[in-house]
Every structure is written in structure tokens, then in C-alpha cells.
């Protein structure tokens, strides 16, 4: 089946507006978050922290924290909201409307990817609030916005269409994915740890993720970035491809 852009346009519409005309819960959290993060880490601990890669510490931890709201928000629109359709079966209206399995899953993903970016950006006018932050290499970070945005944005459709109840996305935000974000180097530079320590961190995706978006705001990254966004480029195609065969083949979506 073609893709239709009119269906594709009103079932992106339909979930944009869904989290815009919910500020409260979708855009305060992050805020508050942030600024204390802010507070916190880069004023209070980086008066006493030395310039960890020739930049003063709040300014490193800007990227990470960057990431962490971009994909928590990116995993939390899609997942929720396919769980919630499959829970009240409203997603029915979807699946039963002429649109081929990508766009519907390209609405899905797209309508993500824009409340990961939208809260990126609020994250980062926060931190200007408290330093002066400047992006040296747009066109990186652009594109490393977009590919981890998309991946996780696909990755929560997977999670949507596999969970049997509420309990279970909270333990996949909560437990798995804020900590390896954590663990990715948000709060301390690859070169700092021991060599063993530092070797398995390397398995850690979101090390390159953060490091892929410092480079765009800071030009410093202790990984390649050019083989980091093609890796993440390739795998965010995967996930998406992932999200349309399962929509083919009704994971989740029938009883």
C-alpha cells in the first residue's frame, strides 16, 4: 500500500496535539528536573569540579543532559501512547483505517521525535540560564538530535506493542534506561576511568549518543563521531523497520 500523506498528516496531528495540549505533564517535569539538575551538578559541584576536556563542567554535562529528556520523552510518547490505545482500544480506529503499517508507524515515530526534540531544546535554554552555551558543530548536532530521537521514539513502539501493563514501561524508563544513560558519561569523562571500567563502557550505546550531541554543542567527544551517527543511523533504521513488521503482523495489537 502507498503512503498517505493526508492520513499520515491527521494521525501526526492527532498525537502532537496530544502531548501539546497537556504542558503540565508533558513540559514541567523535564523543567523542574533540570533545573535542579542544573542547580545541583553544574553550579553547585562544578564550582569544586576542575574543566574535564578543556570545558567547565556544567558545560559538559549540558549534552548529556540533553540526551537523557530527548529519548526518556522520545520512549515515553510512543510507548504510552501505543499502550494506552491497545488498553482502551481506540488503536483499533487505526489499524482499521486505510493507512498502510508505515505511515501509521511513521506518525507514531515522527510525533515522538518531535516531543524528544522540543524537550532537548527547552533542556538546553535552561542550561543557558545558568551558562553561556554556544554549538559548534550544527549540522552534527542536528543530525544526532534526529537519528537518537527516532531510535528511541521507534524503540518505544516496541515497548508499547510489548507491554502487558503500566508497571512495565515505568521499569523499562526507570530501571534500564536512565541508568545506562547515566552510565554513558553525562557526568564524567570517558578518560577517567580505569582501563578495564573504561573498555566495558564502551559497550554502553548511550556513550556515543551523549558524545555524539557534546560534539555538536561542544566539538569535544572522546568517541568517533562519524562512525557513532552511522551506527545510530543504521540501527534507528532497523527499529523502525522492526516497528512496521510487527504492525504487519498484529504483535500486540490482537488478542
Not at 568517533?224 to 527499529?239: N, Q, R, Y
Request: glycine share 10%.
Amino acid at each position: 500500500m502507498s503512503f498517505d500523506t493526508t492520513g499520515f498528516l491527521a494521525l501526526l496531528r492527532r498525537e502532537v496535539l496530544r502531548f501539546l495540549r497537556r504542558p503540565r505533564n508533558t513540559f514541567l517535569p523535564p523543567f523542574i528536573t533540570n533545573v535542579l539538575y542544573f542547580s545541583v551538578f553544574g553550579v553547585i559541584l562544578g564550582e569544586r569540579i576542575d574543566q574535564i576536556a578543556g570545558v567547565p563542567y556544567i558545560l559538559f554535562i549540558l549534552p548529556g543532559l540533553v540526551v537523557l529528556g530527548a529519548i526518556s520523552n522520545a520512549f515515553e510518547n510512543t510507548s504510552f501512547n501505543i499502550f494506552h490505545g491497545r488498553w482502551n482500544r481506540y488503536i483499533e480506529e487505526v489499524l482499521t483505517s486505510p493507512l498502510s503499517y508505515r505511515t501509521m508507524v511513521g506518525a507514531y515515530v515522527l510525533a515522538a521525535a518531535t516531543r524528544g526534540a522540543i524537550v532537548g531544546i527547552l533542556i538546553a535554554l535552561i542550561g543557558a540560564f545558568f551558562t553561556s552555551v554556544g554549538v559548534v558543530r550544527p549540522l552534527y548536532l542536528v543530525a544526532f538530535g534526529v537519528v537518537i530521537t527516532v531510535l528511541f521514539a521507534g524503540l518505544g513502539v516496541v515497548a508499547g506493542l510489548w507491554a502487558d501493563d503500566f508497571d512495565d514501561l515505568t521499569m523499562l524508563n526507570q530501571f534500564i534506561l536512565r541508568p545506562l544513560v547515566f552510565f554513558g558519561g553525562v557526568f564524567y569523562s570517558l578518560n577517567e576511568l580505569p582501563g578495564t571500567v573504561q573498555q566495558v563502557s564502551l559497550l554502553n550505546p548511550m556513550i556515543y549518543m551523549v558524545n555524539g550531541v557534546r560534539y555538536g554543542f561542544l566539538g569535544v567527544s572522546e568517541v568517533d563521531p562519524d562512525a557513532s551517527l552511522a551506527v545510530l543511523s543504521g540501527l534507528a533504521l532497523v527499529v523502525v523497520g522492526l516497528d512496521v513488521v510487527l504492525f504487519r503482523r498484529g504483535y500486540g495489537l490482537s488478542e
